[in-house]
């Protein structure tokens, strides 16, 4: 057992050694997530040509910038 091996509690013998397979869940997850983020950009370009009050626009020029850098970040990471 110093070695970190496990035996079998009945006959004392090692068990058979199976590949585990190496997917990473995250990396499928990126290219949806940043398609989504992408869209949310898309949406708030459009909704910021068309709004009149200076505050939201503010508030949606904020929520643009944050966007982009996540998305800067997830390319960075890849």
Do not use: F, W, Y
Request: aromatic letters at 0%.
């Amino acid at each position: 057992m110093k070695e970190g091996q496990a035996l079998c509690i009945s006959c004392g013998r090692q068990p058979g050694k199976k590949e585990i397979p190496t997917t990473n869940p995250q990396n499928e997850m990126v290219p949806t997530l940043e398609k989504t983020l992408e869209k949310k950009l898309e949406l708030l370009s459009k909704e910021l040509e068309t709004e009149k009050d200076h505050e939201k626009q503010q508030n949606i020029l904020k929520t643009i910038n944050s966007l982009l850098e996540t998305i800067d970040k997830m390319k960075g990471k890849q």
